[in-house]
């Protein structure tokens, strides 16, 4: 599809130097509703799930007004391929990642359950389909969509930037006098949106998060509810889709995929890559 965002409208170092070095690379990667097939990267299409793999479910008590004894059958989130998005640390003899979860935020902890496969495409034959789970909560079952994979320079979020930083921003959103209000933390720093790797667009303070081996962990990807909102599309809605730009509330077009975690929150992925089982970490915000 091509997706391309356009450019920040000003040189973000050039305006404040203090962020020399400390740009990050993100692959947004743009879903949009398709039909795509098994040997796809999509969101919420179907996966290359081998038919003598057992399919994950979740068997947790606390899905809300459902019976303990019920397992609700994972739904697929993310499949991604080495071919699209390299940038992911797929694991030696893999060249596919996949993202499934319980469709329920889970009472404890107010956060879907996540499962994480690394497999290798070239060693699959015999396919098997994802089966239905016997019930879901409304937002947490994506539409079928293709990705248009996008590299974009990114900055850390306003409160991650030190009090003379912030300053400096403050005054330089208060010098602005034109028909575009620009802000910094809207459309110079974070990209929105579901992306892989680089700065983590929180909805609420950072969190530090931690294995069980109490290793820092990375961010791997963010799932969200949203592309961007109408304070940040401006800047980040696609060059191809500029027209389709308003101040209109529009959730088909803000988040095609039809997620909603929580009050329009994301859902962010985090690896640890000092363990020899890689595990992930999930974790959810909204506002």
Not at 54 to 76: K, N, R, T, Y
Not at 113 to 130: F, M, P, Q, Y
Not at 160 to 170: G, M, T, V, W
Not at 266 to 271: E, K, P, R
């Amino acid at each position: 599809m091509g997706l391309t965002t356009p450019p920040a409208p000003v040189d973000v170092v050039a305006l404040f130097p203090e962020l020399a070095g400390r740009s990050r690379t993100t692959v947004r990667l743009h879903p949009r509703r398709g039909a795509p097939a098994v040997t796809d990267s999509s969101m919420g299409g179907p996966l290359l799930w081998p038919a003598g793999e057992s399919w994950p479910f979740c068997g947790s008590s606390d899905h809300e007004d459902l019976s303990a004894l019920q397992s609700i059958a994972m739904v697929p989130i993310l499949q991604i391929y080495a071919r699209d998005v390299p940038e992911l640390p797929f694991p030696p003899d893999t060249d596919v990642c996949q993202v499934l979860w319980c469709p329920f935020v889970h009472e404890s902890d107010y956060r879907p359950v996540v499962h994480v496969v690394w497999r290798d495409s070239h060693l699959l034959t015999d396919l098997a389909e994802a089966p239905e789970p016997v019930a879901s909560e409304k937002g947490y079952r994506p539409r079928p969509c293709v990705l248009s994979p996008e590299r974009v320079e990114e900055y850390p979020a306003v409160w991650e930037a030190s009090e003379e930083l912030y300053a400096k921003i403050d005054a330089w959103e208060s010098s602005l006098d034109g028909p575009e209000e620009w802000s910094y933390q809207y459309h110079l720093s974070v990209a929105p949106g579901t992306k892989v790797g680089g700065w983590v667009d929180w909805v609420q303070s950072p969190e530090s998060v931690e294995c069980d081996q109490d290793h820092e962990m990375e961010h791997l990807l963010t799932i969200a509810s949203w592309e961007h909102d109408p304070g940040s599309a401006i800047r980040w809605v696609p060059l191809k889709e500029r027209h389709l730009l308003s101040s209109d509330f529009d959730p088909e077009r803000m988040g095609p995929a039809g997620i909603m975690i929580g009050d329009a929150g994301s859902t962010y992925l985090f690896i640890c890559s000092q363990c020899p089982d890689r595990p992930v970490r999930g974790v959810s915000q909204w506002s």
